[in-house]
């Protein structure tokens, strides 16, 4: 949680549908506004009890025997990188079922806007 390569990293920017991954995004997104110290251990305080085995699973991430600080960062990137390709898939995937739905021209053409904008944007993945 406070290694170097996680200093610059924004959670906002990432959509999180997941009720437990919110909760840890919005602890780490207060104790780093705070200047506090991340303190995993704390999560179990604000996540459900039947929650802990997801949480238990998050926390062993990247913690594989024998990796070293490189191989931690391109884990942390590539982990990155696939929940921004993910939570850009699920904007576009709501643009377009708005652009369904959608009857003024106005509207739709302002949508098609983003929706190609969205698009091009998950191309570079």
């Not at 704390?42 to 699973?57: A, P, V």
């Not at 025997?65 to 939570?87: A, I, T």
């Not at 369904?100 to 944007?121: C, N, P, S, V």
Request: glycine share 8%; hydrophobic share 30%; charged share 35%.
């Amino acid at each position: 949680f406070e290694r170097p390569y996680t200093k610059e990293f924004d959670l906002s920017r990432v959509g999180f549908d997941n009720e437990v991954h919110k909760t840890i995004a919005e602890y780490i997104s207060g104790q780093k506004a705070n200047n506090f110290k991340i303190k995993p251990s704390m999560l179990y305080e604000f996540i459900d009890e039947k929650e802990h085995g997801e949480l238990n699973e998050i926390l062993s991430l990247g913690k594989q025997e024998g990796m070293d600080y490189q191989g931690e960062k391109k884990y942390f990137d590539d982990c990155v990188h696939k929940l921004k390709k993910l939570s850009l898939e699920a904007e576009i995937e709501a643009l377009g079922a708005e652009f369904h739905h959608e009857t003024d021209i106005g509207k739709r053409k302002e949508l098609a806007k983003l929706l190609q904008e969205k698009t091009l944007q998950l191309g570079k993945f």
